[in-house]
């Protein structure tokens, strides 16, 4: 009589393999983004508009505000997606403080602790759309640990047109602080 039992450890095995393999990430996302971010539009003249930006970082560690080429970490940065808008360098609006960084061996950095606002002035050359996309770029620490972040946000513009035009979407227009 064949043994019928045979091919469950080899099943069994594969199921616990499996599960140690994807079960993984799932706990890695519960430490996810440090920053919650939030974005306002104003118009100031025409087709320029003044955005803000403001950052509450969760509790522990820091936020780069600003680019340290020495240490290698980039300052709050702003990426357009959008052809048809230029934007004035960002301008950090919070006050930062020096520290002694754990995370750069005891090297003075300039950090924001809890909050960040940031603005800039934009320029809609090929008219004001419905919606505009913004990504935010960042460095935060984390105890002894650096970490590079990126949130999206998207902002409705109060009497911007929905129609589509046809603007390139750009790679990634960068500006840093």
């Not at 940065?77 to 002694?100: C, E, F, N, T, W």
């Not at 009497?159 to 227009?173: F, I, L, V």
Request: proline share 6%; aromatic share 6%; with cysteine.
């Amino acid at each position: 009589m064949p043994n019928s039992w045979a091919p469950w450890p080899r099943i069994i095995s594969v199921l616990v393999f499996c599960l140690a393999v994807f079960n993984g990430p799932a706990f890695a996302q519960g430490d996810s983004l440090k920053m919650n971010w939030r974005a306002s539009l104003q118009n100031t003249n025409g087709n320029e508009y003044l955005l803000k930006i403001s950052g509450r970082r969760s509790p522990g560690g820091h936020l780069y505000a600003r680019s340290d080429s020495a240490a290698g970490v980039d300052g709050l940065s702003l990426q357009l997606r959008d052809s048809g808008v230029v934007a004035a360098p960002l301008q950090i609006l919070s006050k930062g403080m020096a520290i002694a960084d754990p995370v750069f061996e005891g090297r003075n950095m300039e950090v924001v602790k809890d909050s960040v606002t940031a603005s800039s002035v934009l320029r809609f050359d090929a008219g004001v759309p419905a919606e505009l996309r913004i990504n935010i770029g960042y460095f935060v620490a984390s105890r002894d640990e650096l970490l590079p972040e990126e949130q999206q946000l998207n902002l409705p513009i109060a009497g911007g047109t929905a129609k589509k035009t046809s603007r390139r979407q750009t790679p990634r227009d960068t500006l840093r602080r």
